[in-house]
């Protein structure tokens, strides 16, 4: 079962705007990761925010975290045609518990 | 530092066979995971080892099953394949530190149930 969930599923936007990316999820959470997925390969980590933290950045990507709405932004500024991609946030209770994978926002940067 | 390593990337087979895939973590990487991802289900996980010890399993039937080795590779065997197997299994691997779950994917292999 999936813990979160991406709005929108799919966005289609121009190279040098700007993409917006949203996930909440169901339960409390120790940590909120974010993924990058190009087509049919392996997830490559982008950016990893605690509980206890409300907004990290790490080049182009800003990502925020409210607990009290279950729910984080990934922000990509200045996209560029490489950003093409699937994104996915990840969650985890802290401890061993397993992470788990929202559904993925499907983001189209057009040239 | 080499990335994750999954073998073999493509894989046909045919509905009732059985098979094995391999996952090689990055070296220091003490915990494997892995994953199914279908366009239908998304990101479904497996189950994650950690020395050599199944540490969480998700809700998969019996055919599914892995294990892990003293050099932390990992092997998952799917038995008497199913047309709804077909997908691509992620391998991730990472240093379990408790308060921080980051992971590294693999390429992942692509099955195929014919």
């Known amino acids: 079962s999936q813990q979160g969930e991406e709005d929108p599923q799919a966005l289609s936007i121009q190279e040098g705007e700007n993409a917006t990316m949203n996930c909440s999820y169901k339960?409390?959470?120790?940590?909120l990761q974010w993924y990058r997925q190009n087509s049919g390969r392996g997830l490559v980590h982008l950016i990893l925010?605690?509980?206890?933290?409300r907004e990290k950045h790490s080049g182009r990507l800003r990502v925020t975290l409210d607990t009290s709405k279950k729910s984080s932004s990934l922000l990509i500024t200045a996209s560029r045609a490489a950003d093409t991609a699937s994104y996915f946030c990840a969650t985890d209770s802290g401890g061993y518990q397993k992470v788990t994978f929202g559904t993925g926002t499907k983001l189209q940067v057009i040239p | 530092k080499a990335g994750v390593t999954q073998t073999p990337r493509y894989l046909i087979k045919t509905r009732g066979q059985q098979v094995t895939l391999s996952c090689s973590p990055i070296s220091g990487h003490r915990s494997v995971s892995w994953y199914q991802q279908t366009p239908g289900q998304g990101l479904q996980f497996l189950f994650e080892?950690?020395?050599?010890?199944?540490?969480n399993k998700g809700n998969f039937p019996g055919r599914f099953s892995g294990r892990q080795f003293s050099n932390s590779r990992s092997e998952m065997n799917v038995s008497t394949l199913e047309l709804g197997d077909s997908a691509l299994y992620l391998c991730?691997?990472?240093?379990?530190?408790?308060?921080?779950?980051?992971?590294?994917f693999g390429p992942g292999t692509r099955l195929t149930v014919t």
């Open positions: 080892y950690f020395s050599e010890t199944q540490r």
């Open positions: 925010i605690r509980s206890n933290e």
């Open positions: 339960t409390s959470i120790n940590n």
């Open positions: 991730a691997s990472s240093t379990f530190d408790p308060d921080a779950h980051e992971q590294y």
